[in-house]
């Protein structure tokens, strides 16, 4: 017994450790200022791995931003592979020119992001559909400007420190 709970807590030791930061990032380019990058349309394709690697699902988005100086409005339309189709608005608010906070109807609480060179990080807790129920599943969400069109995300899902899922979308803006 003793043993499986040193087990569980090392692997919520680890699920939880990460040494990338950031401000790892500040002096590295294209700087990837989000609320101009999510401005107008921007296009996004996806896949869902569990936590084994398996790809469970695959999607394409539409993004639909608008900056009006303090706060961007961010409408996306998620389109799946099976047939459902989910949609999201976003409100993200800048504080600073590294910091920023978000909100949205199935968003717990509020998201913090943090924005570095071409890296934004987006810290989260969402609720997700499952069986009938919502879960909340934390989010550790990374996206990275590649050039002035197209930025690459990446998300580790977690629940009670244990990773679930992963998440990975390419943006293109138009």
């Known amino acids: ?13 680890i699920g939880c450790s990460s040494n990338m930061k950031p401000t790892d990032f500040k002096d590295q380019q ?5 609320e101009e990058y999510l401005s107008g349309k921007v296009k996004a394709w996806g896949i869902l791995q569990n936590r084994s690697g398996e790809v469970t699902r695959q999607f394409n988005a539409e993004l639909n931003g608008n900056w009006d100086g303090s706060k961007l409005i961010l409408d996306e339309l998620f389109n ?5 189709k989910q949609t999201r608005q976003w409100v993200i608010k800048k ?10 109807g199935d968003v717990v ?29 934390t ?4 996206i990275f400007m590649q050039d002035e069109r197209v930025a690459i995300n990446r998300a580790t899902m ?3 420190g244990i990773k679930v899922a992963e998440l990975t979308v390419m943006f293109v803006k138009d």
């Open 109 to 137: 609480g509020t998201a913090k992001g943090y924005s570095y060179g071409p890296a934004f990080k987006f810290e989260y807790v969402l609720l997700v559909p499952v069986k009938g129920k919502n879960i909340k599943i």
């Open 158 to 160: 977690t629940k009670f």
């Open 30 to 34: 294209p700087r990837l200022i989000i």
């Open 139 to 142: 989010f550790d969400d990374w």
């Open 1 to 13: 017994m003793f043993r499986l709970i040193i087990f569980f807590l090392l692997t919520f030791l």
């Open 80 to 84: 799946w592979n099976d047939g459902e």
């Open 95 to 104: 504080i600073d020119n590294h910091n920023y906070e978000g909100t949205a």
